[in-house]
């Protein structure tokens, strides 16, 4: 077991088994290479109830009855304390993986790098819990307890189906909370919340920061630049978003390690592109990510086209200059570009759901399209997009933009052309009308004709004609609907949640894609522990032919969107002891 059966949440943290500790003159405790933990700072009251999911509380109250210490972390306490509704709840405790998995049927071990536990709620809702880590260099990892060392874990993605031994990871290494908060990347994203006894704990003076609105790194800023070169868009992201001031010292560090962006996970990148583009301050994050030299670095082929102030309306009023008001084909890329992500910030991406392919489209479109009227502007689908995947190929593969993501902006940029000049002939109409980017493409219009400040009566007879040829204009990239049916990890998020983050199965005949749910093999736990919360309801599909029989994940008695989020489900006795 990873920790000892009479622990109560309010003794305190408390070290794994086999973890020695020293103290320094004052008692404090030391971690060797870490320097003494500061004294917790506990503070209650800050924040607002109603925001917390009833979901990631009744994990955290599951875990704390169980026996362990259990907080939610991260960016959800952030935007809790600034009053923002957060996207997603993770959950960070003591218990190790496979505890975790028995406490809760419904849940699954993935990750090989990062040994994660997804626990599956009704709607394909998903709490991510994780335990506690530590510096892998200053704890061994040959204390995990019997029941943990020898578990296979899915494949990150789970392609192939293959399963490995997580113990291959190095990262795999579980500590304490303190040892958990100092290696998490800012001080405002290292805070912990208690929602069951409504406290704060804060290790590392992320609270005073909040009050500052400062964005302050852990530990020298160069050496955790270079752990995660990821870090230099999230401290701009984060300053850009909430509003606060970027440490003088990270600031430094992040002007002269700008070049280490290079160095860094194709996919997150890709990650935070979105996610940037997604929020209501693009236009801004982009102009401080030029300013920082952050943009030559991440996207060469754009920085030089964007280097440009681009008109656009104060926040005191006024309205774009001259040059925004001409025809598109004679607005400077970088102008171009610069008002269209305004345009965007002022509509709403993400409030509007708009998908991955609209907001590539919003930031390369400008570009792509001055590129290709330089090199032949012949109105040619097929040259066209010939011309795209040689300018953007590079792009998509430095950052592993899906194909389907890349396909539709492409789709998506050429009938933007045909929405500025629609065209005369009825068939040639009603082709437009019937393309499966036209919905996207539509969008695009409204951001393109906003950007110019122009008339949005163009717009609104495209909609007519839409309806009247009975088009559906719904956003959902059918591109990525598509990619979710596959189980295509690279593509069809949910947004409701974290389903289809780190890989989702979908083996098996009729397997369910991530957005659609877990199979059976992801629905009931074999020797299942105490009761946990539903995952929705059986599910014969995903169940593999000729496969063992396994218990459905069913209705569970314990949690209820109606019910008190806090109230524990019963316990169960487990038939069989540890996992079959």
């Given amino acids: 077991m990873p920790c000892s059966s009479e622990y109560s949440p309010d003794d305190g943290t408390v070290p794994p088994p086999r973890r020695e500790r020293t103290s320094d003159a004052s008692g404090a405790p030391v971690a060797e290479g870490l320097g003494p933990f500061p004294a917790a700072v506990e503070r209650s009251g800050l924040v607002p109830r109603a925001l917390v999911d009833d979901r990631a509380a009744f994990v955290v109250r599951h875990l704390q009855q169980s026996g362990h210490e259990a907080y939610l972390v991260g960016g959800c306490v952030r935007d809790l304390l600034a009053g923002l509704e957060p996207k997603d709840f993770d959950v960070a405790t003591d218990a190790w993986p496979n505890r975790i998995k028995r406490l809760f049927r419904s849940a699954r071990v993935i990750g090989r790098r990062f040994r994660l536990v997804h626990i599956r709620f009704p709607g394909d809702h998903v709490i991510e819990t994780s ?5 892998p260099s200053l704890r061994a990892r040959d204390d995990a307890p019997d029941d943990d060392t020898d578990d296979a874990v899915e494949d990150e993605g789970g392609r192939d189906g293959r399963r490995r031994s997580w113990r291959d990871s190095e990262e795999n290494v579980f500590g304490t909370a303190p040892e958990d908060a100092r290696r998490r990347d800012f001080t405002i994203n290292a805070l912990y919340y208690d929602p069951v006894g409504d406290r704060v704990i804060d290790h590392v003076g992320g609270l005073a920061d909040m009050d500052e609105g400062l964005i302050r790194c852990i530990g020298e800023p160069v050496e955790r630049i270079a752990e995660d070169p990821v870090r230099m868009l999230r401290a701009v992201h984060f300053a850009e978003r909430m509003g606060f001031r970027i440490e003088d010292t990270l600031e430094t560090a992040i002007a002269s390690e700008a070049e280490r962006l290079v160095e860094a996970s194709h996919a997150r990148l890709y990650v935070e592109l979105v996610k940037l583009l997604g929020r209501s301050r693009a236009r801004p994050t982009f102009q401080r990510l030029q300013r920082l030299g952050l943009l030559k670095v991440w996207l060469p082929e754009l920085a030089s086209a964007l280097d440009v102030e681009a008109p656009w309306p104060s926040q005191e009023g006024g309205t774009h200059e001259e040059a925004s008001r001409g025809e598109p084909e004679h607005l400077p890329v970088g102008h171009a570009t610069w008002n269209l992500l305004g345009a965007a910030d002022t509509w709403g991406l993400a409030a509007h759901d708009a998908p991955e392919s609209l907001a590539l489209a919003v930031l390369f479109g400008p570009w792509l399209l001055e590129a290709w009227r330089h090199t032949s502007g012949v109105r040619d689908h097929a040259h066209f997009t010939e011309h795209v995947d040689e300018l953007f190929g590079p792009i998509q593969r ?11 902006m492409r789709d998506v940029i050429w009938l933007l052309e045909d929405l500025r000049h629609p065209p005369t002939k009825p068939r040639r109409l009603r082709t437009l009308l019937a393309r499966r980017a036209f919905p996207v493409a539509l969008e695009l219009f409204r951001l393109d004709l906003m950007a110019r400040d122009a008339d949005m009566a163009a717009h609104d007879e495209w909609v007519e004609q839409a309806k009247a ?21 690279s593509g069809g998020r949910s947004r409701g949640g974290r389903s289809g983050r780190r890989g989702g199965r979908g083996r098996g005949r009729g397997g369910r894609s991530q957005e659609g749910g877990a199979s059976s093999r992801d629905g009931g736990q074999r020797g299942g522990g105490d009761a946990s919360p539903p995952d929705g309801g059986s599910s014969r599909r995903g169940r593999k032919r000729g496969g063992r029989g396994r218990r459905r994940g069913g209705s569970t008695p314990g949690w209820a969107p109606e019910a008190d989020a806090f109230t524990p489900p019963p316990r169960r006795q487990d038939p069989g002891g540890a996992d079959a």
């Fill in 398 to 408: 430095r950052m592993s933009i899906p194909r389907w993501a890349a396909s539709e």
């Fill in 131 to 135: 335990t506690f880590r530590a510096d």
């Fill in 469 to 489: 040829a009975r088009v559906d204009l719904s956003r959902a990239s059918a591109s990525e609907a598509r990619a979710a049916a596959r189980g295509d990890r």
